[in-house]
């Protein structure tokens, strides 16, 4: 029988709470950064959709959408802006027999990407100065695994 780590702790001093309360304070500095310091032509939510693409084109919009935590109409919108500005070409394709449209960066979406990631790569290295290489790596790791098991045991809607 395992222990429950939760017994007795109070909601403000315990993981989901802190987990939520870090990532709140994150988002806070990236949007004010981005505001602040940021010289792009990109907001910050296509900053995180383009970084997605690059990591992986094959992404429709239904998996941005699970993956910046947005609607799938809201990303369809930002899409748009994005294809509009020149940062984004979408084709259509196949995928389970269903047509999907696929999304890749354009040679202007690569440039604006990459003096935005510069920027954000300066803040990160600032905020991160007090954590080795293990950590942070141990850190990511067990980031990953805390959200997948949420995904596993959650239903999680978007």
């Known amino acids: 029988m395992s222990k429950d780590r ?5 909601f403000i001093e315990g993981l989901p709470y802190k987990l939520a309360e870090t990532a709140r304070i994150s988002e806070l500095m990236a949007r004010n950064y981005y505001k602040n310091y940021v010289k792009s032509i990109l907001d910050l ?3 995180r959709i383009l970084s997605h693409i690059l990591s992986n084109p094959d992404l429709s919009q239904s998996d941005l959408s699970k993956l ?18 020149g940062f984004i070409t979408r084709v259509l394709s196949t995928h389970n027999n269903m047509m999907v449209k696929r999304t890749a960066l354009t040679e202007e979406g690569k440039r604006v990407y990459e003096e935005t990631n510069e920027a954000f790569r300066q803040l990160g290295s600032k905020v991160l100065t007090e ?3 293990d950590e942070i ?3 990511l790791y067990l980031l990953d695994k ?13």
């Open 68 to 85: 910046v935590y947005k609607g799938k109409a809201h990303v369809g919108k930002i899409l748009n802006e994005m294809e509009q500005k």
């Open 146 to 158: 805390l959200k997948n098991k949420i995904l596993e045991n959650s239903e999680i809607n978007f």
């Open 45 to 47: 939510d296509e900053f």
């Open 131 to 133: 954590f080795s290489d």
């Open 6 to 10: 939760t017994k007795d702790v109070p």
């Open 137 to 139: 790596e141990n850190f």
